[in-house]
């Protein structure tokens, strides 16, 4: 088992006890990833709509499952002048819970029902 620092995240072998940097108390484990390396995981597209409505909507709902997300393209009037819609960008490893609350709130179809 090895040991980390939840403070600094240095690694230590087991029989290490205090982090020898900055004197934090060592957590059995492995370190979470790091913040920084979450804002690289693969955006995936879930949904496309030219509704602003549904999008506020939309976004109120991902806030409140704490789901990071990004609406791409999104810009009420240029939308409406180029005649574009907003996507919908989700992390790769968060994807399938979105379409599960979009498919709850009838947004988007099953997916078995596409093909
Ligand atoms: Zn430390």
Redesign the pocket.
């Known amino acids: 088992m090895k040991m980390f ?1 939840p ?2 995240g ?1 690694e230590y072998w087991e029989g290490f006890y205090k ?1 020898a ?2 004197g ?1 108390d060592l957590v059995a484990g492995q370190p979470p990833e790091a913040e920084d390396e979450v804002r690289y995981v693969e955006m995936v597209e879930v949904f496309s709509t030219y509704n602003q409505g549904d999008i506020a909507f939309i976004k109120s709902v991902l806030d409140g499952e704490d789901i990071h997300y990004y609406f791409q393209g999104e810009s009420t009037l240029m939308m409406v002048a180029a005649g574009s819609y907003a996507r919908l960008l989700v992390q790769d490893d968060q994807a399938g819970r979105v379409r599960d609350i979009l498919e709850e709130m009838g947004f988007i179809q099953p997916l078995c029902a596409l093909y």
């Open positions: 620092c403070k600094c240095a982090c940097d900055c934090t």
